[in-house]
């Protein structure tokens, strides 16, 4: 296993998606199943990577005072909570099947950042109630897949008609929280690798440091949202032709 390369390739990947506040793993999982790394270890260390990517973004956002916790609370209760009970399905789960998941989750997060406008919020809503289930979903999918499930809240929101750099803090935040749960529930299990998680480790914090320093000072959200939306889309086609 070349651990310089796994952290290096954490690091960029930690500072690109943080741009966005969906968290790294979405992308880390699979390039270390690439790399020969067994699914059930990867899913583990994708959450923790985007523990500290995001904690590291979070503390940033708080530091700018660009966070409205207030708005993401319910969507981080629901999904904290609905993380762990992913991460145990994904026991029991073939891996095909969850391979089949993670395609649909890439296709799905990809087409809504490449192509989705945001539209003005309207005054109709409950974003309480809507928080709740986006959260939920997000959580139960992002500890099945090990990915923390910023792929769906960040683009849900914003179909919804959320500013986007408010989605993207708030994001971070709530996928810090579930992702930490869903870590904690692999660690349960028995799943980790403490070398492969201790060289990941400084290179999450400084992407998700560096990355949101980006978002809030030196990249338009619209860019940065195209261009995760084009290497999930990479990753999906990838994954596609490595089961054919």
Sequence with gaps: ?????????????????SIGGVGSAIAIVPTMTWLGISLMVAKPTGLFINTL????????????????????LPILI??????????????????????????????????????????????????IVEGSMIGALAGFLGGLLGVGGGGIISPTLIMLGYEPKKVATTTALVVFFSSLSGFLT???????????????SVSAIAGGWLGTHLMHFKMSSDAVKKVIGVILYL??????????
């Design 78 to 127: 629901a999904a904290t909570v609905s993380a762990p009970i992913g991460a145990y399905t994904g026991k029991f789960v073939p891996k095909r099947y969850v391979l089949g998941v993670f395609i649909a989750f890439l296709l799905y997060s990809g087409t809504m950042m490449i192509f989705f406008k945001p539209r003005p919020r309207g005054k109709d809503g409950n974003h």
């Design 186 to 200: 692999y660690w349960g299990m028995g799943t980790l690798d403490w070398k492969l998680l201790g060289v990941v």
């Design 235 to 244: 990753m999906m086609i990838r994954m596609i032709a490595g089961i054919l």
């Design 53 to 72: 990517s995001m904690l590291s973004a979070t503390l940033k956002n708080l530091r700018e005072k660009k966070l409205d916790h207030r708005f993401g």
């Design 1 to 17: 296993m070349d651990y310089v390369l796994i952290a290096f390739i954490a690091f960029i990947l930690s500072v690109i998606f």
